[in-house]
């Protein structure tokens, strides 16, 4: 995904009939009037900002997408509501799966450079690493596309069989590859590790996203962390863009474990018209939960929604401090619905921790503000964030120095909507 800043989603899954609309919807022939008229029957009913909504004709709108964008809360909502496909959205949430590249890159100023890549995939074959510099696609200069604005564009649909050759730069050496789209399966959790940090047992974790296959991979690394005897956790969030509600409640409860054992982990706020879908949920410690005095979250602009949400909810109960950039601000949660063969993810809810917070529509703000190094591999202690972290664990204080805010431009190409924004890859 290409940032300025990644809207990226969390959800809370539901039945679709739990939703009279999306029975409706079933025995609705599913033309391009039909499905538009079907989103705005549940934007009208379910939607957070119900009342904000213009009174467009849906069928006059070439497709149910174009009318959900025209009549969006914009102020606040700019692309968190999508609607995407029913095959890519369940590929996702049930098994960590798009079709891509397998990797994630960013703008440096006026370098295009890859934050990660993923084992299997394309990229990797490629041999494509973390802190590479494009400099070319499809026989086109990265400069070129960045100046002409098409850099959003510049590796075409997230379909199979898409090509590309690429020119990229390591240091001093210029190398070439071609990647082809295929399935690519994210690894939820990308790197666990133990460091000694000065008598310290600090346990790291690299999160990729919050999906189905994310519980089994956490309760994995937290049972690996405790029987390493960790007494400090670094949560490395920095392109989380969120995911599944039930799977931040469980890593709350990991985290947290019998200091928040059955305390309010997050609390639903629906519209005046769906009061009675609000509900508490609360942490559950489990055999893998540890025991912390604190936790460090590593954060970016790519930081947002479900990976908020677990921020904000260990906050009451002990201390969380957060290194790298100021999160994205999503302090709400979609539910999915079925419609034909898309899903509809409208902005439904908004969730508040134990003392009531979650306006944070700003974004969270780093303690410690530290750079994405994209000159050290994850995980590797001399990168910044990580270094960050490591020296308030030593010292109970920031840097003196700041480091310098080293990706995301402030001009470049525009942000991607529905599913996609929230794997945050090509």
């Known amino acids: 995904m290409l940032p ?35 989103v705005r029957d549940v934007m009208s009913e379910i939607y957070l900002w119900y009342q904000q909504i213009p009174a467009l004709d849906p069928t006059t709108f070439p497709s149910p997408a174009d009318y959900l964008e025209a ?49 299997g995939g394309a990229a990797a074959e490629a041999g494509l690493e973390r802190g590479d510099s494009f400099v070319m696609i499809n026989g086109r200069l990265v400069s070129d596309l960045l100046s002409t604005g098409e850099i959003g564009n510049a590796f075409g649909p997230a379909e199979a069989g898409v090509t590309a050759d690429i020119v990229f730069q390591r240091g001093e050496a210029t190398l070439r590859g071609r990647m082809i ?61 969120g995911g599944l509600v039930n799977v ?41 939960s540890l025991t912390l005095n604190r936790v460090f979250a590593i954060t ?8 908020e949400l677990v921020i904000n909810a260990l906050k009451p109960f002990l201390p969380v401090v957060v290194v790298g950039e100021r999160t994205y601000g999503k302090p709400v949660g979609q539910y999915a619905i079925n419609f034909c063969d898309k899903v509809l993810a409208p902005v439904s809810f908004a969730l508040r921790n134990a003392n009531g917070e979650g306006d944070f529509f700003g974004g969270l703000p780093p303690d410690c503000a530290a ?16 270094r960050e972290a490591m ?14 805010r080293l990706g995301r431009s402030t001009g470049g190409p525009p942000r991607r909507q529905g599913w996609s924004t929230l794997v945050g890859a090509d």
């Open 4 to 38: 300025v800043r990644r809207v990226l989603t969390a959800f809370a899954m539901v039945l679709a009939a739990a939703f009279p609309q999306a029975a409706a919807a079933q025995s609705r022939e599913c033309s391009i009037a039909e499905q538009s008229l079907f």
């Open 71 to 119: 009549i969006r809360y914009r102020p606040i909502d700019r692309t968190f509501s999508y609607i995407t496909s029913r095959a890519a959205n369940d590929a996702l949430f049930s098994s960590s799966q798009y079709v891509g590249f397998g990797l994630s890159t960013t703008l440096e100023g006026d370098r295009f450079r890859v934050t990660q890549v993923f084992p």
């Open 181 to 241: 789209k295929r399935e690519v399966v994210i690894p939820t959790v990308s790197h666990t590790q133990v460091i000694n940090l000065g008598g310290r047992r600090v346990g790291y974790i690299f999160f990729r996203n919050f999906v189905e296959p994310s519980i089994a991979a956490l309760d994995e690394a937290f049972a690996h962390l405790q029987r390493e005897h960790v007494t400090e956790l670094v949560l490395d969030l920095r392109y989380n863009g």
């Open 248 to 288: 931040a409640q469980h890593l709350g409860g990991l985290i947290g474990g019998t200091l928040t054992n059955g305390q309010v982990f997050a609390e639903y706020a629906h519209n005046d018209r769906n009061t009675f879908r609000n509900r508490t949920l609360r942490f559950a410690a489990t055999e893998q």
């Open 300 to 307: 970016t602009q790519a930081s947002a929604s479900a990976s």
């Open 371 to 386: 750079a994405d190094d994209l000159d050290h591999q994850i995980g590797n202690p001399a990168e910044a964030s990580l």
């Open 391 to 404: 020296v308030f664990m030593e010292t109970g204080s920031c840097s003196p120095a700041r480091f310098p």
